[in-house]
């Protein structure tokens, strides 16, 4: 019996983060037992646990997410160990772990300093030190505008990028703790060193192509605090005594990219000179953000290298340039080994996509994406400091000699999330999607949830994040990631008086979002209570869930006579979709109005559903009232008194479906059929509706449909890329034309994460694990399985332990499974044509091994579509021995008659058929056995 994944906030061994609440998670393995009857949590200042400051003990203490009740004191190393004794009589305690705090609330010494106003270099600011005690403990505190790094004598300290990240300048500034007294051990005289960029605080950002946006000085401060072995302490911070020189970044940018420049300063003066310390930067324009009292303790989770690719292959295009193709789009940068002529010139391009054979990036709009190296003659290993690429192809121009795939690195870098969810199907195509949707993820979980990782964009779009945020919590753990941008919104909404924006950074605070988007103040706080089960983080995002209501119920009353719908803003709507009134419309034909109502008729009833869970009684009631109003609303203006939905499109469906929105929810089921079936079932919906388009289906019962959409290889589908080679999700159906041609450059990025949603159905419904308690602590496990696809593994690391459940459609008809149950949890299994209907299974690996009560290896029956008998011999072969009319129709492949199922084709009388004859070949194509 181990104890695994004990973490606070869901962060492994925090340093310096700010502390909300303090939650206590943690995994229970290898167990005997099968329920913990008693957990201890202990908190103490020292790793010996001498003295205990906090201690927690009882039999129900939650795995998931207990509070902690500790008083934190500022740059304190807080050391924590769990204690779990199970029903077998195991009793085991966790390694020790530990949480630490930053500065918090205490008052700045340092100052910010920053070069002379007339010095528009970007910077080094550094000082030297001598230790000449024993150190006991070190810490610096340290942060810079836009972007920082800290070096020890010339090595960099800590393995972040991109720091402080993405702030919203106008309210905080994130400050990072760096542990130093493992590389302050000797008794000598130290250089510590901060090198500066623009980043997202002054270079040019955001849909405006702005520039110093949040100021225009590139500024830092910090304090390193010394312990000495003997009990003395040193204090060391950022004042007149720092000096600055320019360094070797010529200039950098997000969308820029960036120019190291090591002959900068060949023939110009570049000596050191004293730094200017900036007494009052908030009364300056250029430095008004930089009040002491913006500094917070860090939320971000580091931005770090998770993984490298190597290049795959050097091209040689048509148009004679040098391409590296690291067959994965991603986002990062390329490192490469230098030792170049002085003088050498090497420039990097970037792209996602080839062209005739050719590099290309016009997608990228106005980003430049750009790293330029020039040499000075020294050898050494280059990379960009202060900006990040999203590519898959690199243009090298430039390079001496010939190029060697081993020379270049591809350097991976997101936020350091644990990933959580594993997936690995018997078809190729479904593996290669599933990675896609993962690799979107990846590129674009950059401390912010970004809509993209390479064009002049890279916004964190409120919409995107909302669609994905369930799929993105299977794949990996989300909790610490979204809880910052959380903070980013309702920093954000607090401006907008209870509105939401499109995107985060809200650049001018001029954007004002509409239903969907603005509807992730909701539906993110409940994913995450979904997923993971913490109340206290419902309370953290309680009032961001209810002033978003709030603000529309406002707007709802200005007016006069409140309507109860939400028709007075403007939405994106059914964004992309393809049924719009031409085929390359942004907004599909799905009524503003119905799709605004309805989501804000989720919105409020999450909103009373979380009051419920606070115990806000008052609030409760008043939510329900609201919520049961505008359903009315809702129904009187959208239904038919007999049930009828009297908006015929693809999205109204999902969604009056998936919120439960009707008066006859059979009725709804059997519009839905029958509009995708006038659709030809073709996706017709977009933003709105396609992300969920599988999991309703699966909801509704309709399973072999949903395996027929995410199955499907023509345009528009989610194989339709991967056939075309994509290694991420796309932003459009059609980003690229099948003869590889790019469709438009104007919108239209090739790593675009909203899509991938379909895998939330994958794990929920293919795979079969999903939550019956928040924070899956109970779980259904409940496959449904198709022969397309005979054999699935999963498993999902949930906040409570890993599930698993593995199936296979065996040769000779039998359906085997292996379900895994997590320690302390259960779960309620239910499997296809199994003797029991219903099992509920406590912790522990089960095997099963039976034979369907129907064949699972039949792939066809009377609701299978024409089109798809159409793709198999044996099937047509047998349609045109008892109906050559109809085996015709459908090798003619007209895509009206082939969406009629074989039940519908028996109902159409003017074909010429045999009825009989055609019921014989519905029972022989019935009986086809896939082997």
Sequence with gaps: MTITNVRINGIENPVGFAYD??????????????????????????????????????????????????????????????????????????????????????????????????????????????????????????????????????????????????????????????PMEGILKEAKEYTLSVMLGKGWYMGTFGLG???????????????????????????????????????????????????????????????????????????????????????????????????????????????????????????????FKANFPKGTKVVLDFGEILQQGNFYNKNYRDAKSQFVYISDGREEVVRPHFTFFGFRYVRVTGWPGELDKEDFVGKVIYSDLRRTGSLETSDAKINRLYQNTVWGQKSNFIDMPTDCPQRSERLGWTGDAQVFAPTASYHMDTRAFFHKFIKDLRDEQKVLDGGMPNF??????????????????????????????????????????????????????????????????????????????????????????????????????????????????????????????IKKAVLDEFFTPTGRLAIDT?????????????????????????????????????????????????????????????LKEGFPSWLYSVNLGATTIWERWNSVMPDGTISDTGMNSLNHYAYGSVMEFVYAYAAGIRPLEAGFGKVAIAPHPDVRIPEIACSY??????????????????????????FNCEAVVELPGYEKEQMTLSAGSYDFSYEPKEDLRKPYGRNTTLSRIAKDGQAMGILGKYTPALAGIAASGDPEMGANSLEDLSHIGFLPFDPAALETAIGEISNIVVE
């Excluded at 999205?651 to 659709?679: P, T």
């Excluded at 296979?808 to 149950?821: A, S």
């Design 21 to 178: 609440y303090l939650l206590c998670s943690w995994n229970v393995e290898e167990a005997q037992g099968k329920k913990q009857t008693n957990v201890v949590i202990e908190v103490s200042e020292s790793e010996d646990f001498e003295e205990i400051l906090y201690k927690k003990e009882a039999a129900d203490l939650k795995q998931n997410g207990e509070k902690l009740d500790v008083k934190l004191k500022p740059r304190t190393t807080y050391y924590y160990r769990v204690t779990v004794t199970t029903d077998a009589g195991e009793c085991v305690t966790s390694d020790i772990a530990t949480f630490e705090t930053g500065k918090m609330d205490e008052v700045w010494t340092g100052k910010w300093i920053a070069p002379a106003k007339e010095d528009t270099i970007h910077p080094v600011l550094e000082k030297t030190f001598a230790i000449e005690k024993e150190v006991k403990r070190a810490r610096l505190y340290m942060t810079g505008v836009g972007l920082f790094e800290t070096y020890l004598d010339g090595t960099k300290i800590g393995e972040e990028y991109l720091a402080p990240y993405i702030n919203d300048y106008e309210s905080e500034i994130q400050v990072l703790t760096f």
């Design 209 to 335: 192509m702005s520039e110093k946006n949040y100021g225009s000085r590139m500024a830092a401060i910090g304090e390193l605090h010394l312990e000495y072995e003997d009990g003395t302490e040193e204090l060391i911070v950022t004042d007149e005594s720092w000096n600055y020189y320019g360094s070797d970044i010529e200039d950098s940018g997000i969308y820029f990219g960036e120019i190291l420049n090591r002959q900068l300063w060949d023939g110009k003066e570049n000596e050191k000179k004293q730094v200017e310390v900036l007494e009052h930067p908030e009364e300056q324009e250029e430095t008004k953000n930089l009040s002491v009292e913006k500094l917070q303790d860090r939320l971000s989770l580091p931005v770090v290298e998770k993984e490298t690719i190597s290049v795959q292959d050097i091209i040689y295009t048509p148009a004679e340039e040098i391409v590296l193709d690291m067959g994965q789009n991603f986002a990062g940068f390329i490192e």
């Design 504 to 629: 985060l950074p809200n650049i001018g605070h001029t954007e004002k979002a509409g239903s969907v988007w603005g509807d992730i103040a909701t539906f993110l706080p409940n994913t995450l209570y979904t997923y993971f089960g913490n109340a206290e983080e419902m309370e953290y995002c309680y009032p961001l869930m209810k002033d978003w209501v709030d603000f529309i119920d406002r707007g709802d009353a200005a007016r006069g006579e409140r309507k109860y719908l939400f028709d007075f803003m403007d939405t994106f709507g059914d964004w992309l979709a393809l049924d719009g009134p031409t085929p390359t419309s942004f907004k599909g034909s799905t009524n503003d109005t119905f799709i605004s109502s309805v989501y804000y008729y989720r919105s409020v009833q999450i909103v009373r559903q979380m009051a419920e869970v606070l115990n806000k009684a008052e609030d409760a009631v008043h939510y329900c009232e609201l919520e049961e109003k």
């Design 650 to 710: 693809q999205a109204a469906y999902v969604i009056a479906l998936k919120f439960k929105v009707y008066l006859d929810r059979e009725r709804i089921v059997e519009q839905f059929k029958a509009r995708l079936k006038q659709d030809m079932y073709q996706i017709k919906c977009g933003f709105v509706g396609a992300p969920l388009l599988c999991t309703v289906l699966a909801e509704a019962g309709e399973y072999e449909l949903a395996y027929d959409f995410l």
């Design 797 to 822: 690391d949930s906040v409570s332990g890993r599930y698993v459940c593995n199936w296979k459609i065996e040769k000779d008809g039998t359906f085997t499974v292996h379900v895994e149950v997590p």
